[in-house]
């Protein structure tokens, strides 16, 4: 059975750090882009940030550039986004996702919720003083 675990969530104040995890069970990462993604209250969820099967692409929404950075680890099946100089506005769960990918299109990453299939149940960040 596919499963998306994310962790690492939490209540941080402006400014701080925090670094979500994924893991995922019953398949291998391998053969998929994957994307973080958060919702915030009484909004849509919006993506964050994908990282490419390869690994050698990734991307991010224009409000988090410089200040969040996602990886993978094939070797542990995990993916990770670090999340540093934190605001309030970043309050959100934060869900990890999945996309399968072809060998053609391993370099490959968007950021559209309608590409990913498979989601994790998430984890909050609050960002406060």
């Known amino acids: 059975q596919l499963q998306l675990v994310e962790s690492g969530g939490g209540l941080v104040q402006p400014g701080g750090s925090l670094r979500l995890s994924c893991a995922a069970s019953g398949f291998s990462l391998d053969y998929y882009a994957i994307g973080w993604f958060r919702q915030a209250p009484g909004k849509e969820r919006e993506g964050v940030s994908c990282?490419?099967?390869?690994?050698?692409?990734?991307n991010y929404v224009d409000s988090v550039k410089g200040r969040f950075t996602i990886s993978r680890d094939n070797a542990k099946n995990t993916v990770s986004l670090q999340m540093n100089n934190l605001k309030p506005e970043d309050t959100a769960v934060y869900y990890c996702?999945?996309?399968?990918?072809?060998?053609?299109?391993?370099?490959?990453?968007?950021?559209?919720?309608?590409?990913?299939?498979?989601w994790g149940q998430g984890t909050q960040v609050t960002v406060s003083s």
């Open positions: 996702a999945v996309k399968p990918v072809s060998p053609f299109l391993r370099s490959v990453c968007y950021i559209r919720r309608e590409d990913f299939g498979s």
């Open positions: 990282i490419s099967r390869s690994g050698s692409t990734t």
